[in-house]
């Protein structure tokens, strides 16, 4: 049962262009969300969280929206660049400690 | 500061053995996790530890255990290897649980076992 959900394997953008990732989920149980980036042959980088009491956490270049309606959230990088290019997993989180359920990831390209 | 460092670095065992993986957690972190990531999967949550106690498990079978040391670094333990158990096993830190469940967790590079 895929609790968090990366339905993009796979997306390119021109650099300067925005990279809008995308991410569902279906236990209403999860209370905080994140993003980590992960080149390879290296351990994934935390990048942003969000709370579920928030609807938007911005951080540089990079923004995350929570929309908890509809169980969805995007993390948006502006203005992308070729150093972005990376796998990006969707995380969320629940209950006293930190068991953390990731998604599948998205592999981003940024184009020069 | 040092970072998250794991060994080794890659291993090769054969079905049934055991296998152990090391952790050196982040100076001042006191809560290491242990992730399994399949190829073209997500890392899957095995268990964490806190101040030497293991603090939540995931769905992994009891042939996968840990340890945590006084000085807060940390083992995982694979008994009787399944060919499934081949994948990179990522360690990762954080400050204190307790404080805030918000914090960032801190991964190592990962280990990559393969099981032949």
């Known amino acids: 049962d895929q609790q968090v959900k990366q339905n993009s394997p796979s997306l390119s953008v021109q650099e300067g262009r925005i990279s809008i990732l995308n991410c569902d989920y279906t236990?209403?149980?999860?209370?905080?969300f994140l993003w980590y980036k992960k080149y390879p042959a290296e351990g994934p980088t935390f990048l942003i969280s969000i709370s579920s009491i928030k609807d938007k956490n911005e951080d540089g270049r990079f923004t995350v929206f929570l929309n908890k309606s509809a169980k969805h959230l995007s993390l948006h990088i502006v203005p992308s660049q070729p150093g972005d290019s990376a796998v990006y997993f969707c995380a969320a989180g629940t209950g006293g400690y930190q068991k953390v359920t990731f998604g599948i990831g998205t592999k981003l390209q940024v184009i020069p | 500061e040092t970072g998250v460092t794991q060994s080794p670095t890659h291993l090769i065992k054969t079905r049934g053995q055991q296998v152990t993986l090391r952790c050196s957690s982040q100076s001042g972190h006191n809560t290491v996790s242990w992730y399994q990531q399949a190829l073209g999967q997500g890392p899957q949550f095995i268990f964490q530890y806190y101040r030497e106690e293991e603090n939540g498990r995931g769905n992994f079978p009891p042939r996968f255990s840990g340890l945590q040391f006084p000085n807060y670094s940390s083992e995982l333990n694979v008994n009787a290897l399944e060919l499934d158990d081949s994948a990179l096993y990522l360690c990762?830190?954080?400050?204190?649980?307790?404080?805030?469940?918000?914090?960032?967790?801190?991964f190592g590079p990962g280990t990559r076992l393969t099981v032949l």
């Open positions: 236990n209403s149980m999860f209370d905080y």
């Open positions: 990762a830190s954080s400050p204190d649980t307790r404080v805030s469940r918000y914090n960032e967790q801190f």
